[in-house]
């Protein structure tokens, strides 16, 4: 699997980065057919809370791409919803096959 990050206008931090390829890695154990993960995180109105912001798009073969946008506090919360979010939407692709 293909995992790519990417902060928009903001310098992503090493834990953060280790905290979204760990995400990654849980879901690709339990949906061994991902082959690609993207995750794009960027803050929305810095002055504001709920305000980081996370896509996350997930391709596997002979299913159309999986995208999830999640904001929220942090982007440990975010990440979370939109894995969660991710993960229903695999559930309910392949389950229908």
Same mark, same amino acid.
């Given at each position: 699997?293909?995992?790519?990050?990417?902060?928009? $206008?903001?310098? @992503?931090? %090493?834990?953060?980065?280790?905290?979204?390829?760990? #995400?990654? *890695?849980?879901?690709?154990?339990? $949906?061994?057919? @991902?082959? %690609?993960?993207?995750?794009?995180?960027?803050?929305? #109105?810095? *002055?504001?809370?709920?305000?980081?912001?996370?896509? @996350?798009?997930?391709?596997?073969?002979?299913?159309?791409?999986?995208?999830?946008?999640?904001?929220?506090?942090?982007?440990?919360?975010?990440?979370?919803?939109?894995?969660?979010?991710?993960?229903?939407?695999?559930?309910?692709?392949?389950?229908?096959?």
């Amino acid at each position: 699997m293909e995992v790519s990050i990417e902060a928009v $206008n903001f310098t @992503i931090s %090493e834990k953060l980065t280790a905290f979204i390829q760990k #995400k990654a *890695e849980r879901l690709a154990r339990h $949906n061994v057919n @991902i082959t %690609e993960f993207d995750a794009k995180l960027r803050v929305v #109105k810095p *002055e504001t809370i709920m305000n980081k912001e996370v896509v @996350i798009r997930v391709s596997m073969p002979q299913v159309a791409p999986m995208v999830s946008t999640k904001v929220a506090d942090s982007f440990e919360e975010a990440v979370d919803a939109s894995i969660d979010a991710i993960d229903r939407q695999i559930e309910r692709r392949t389950s229908q096959k």
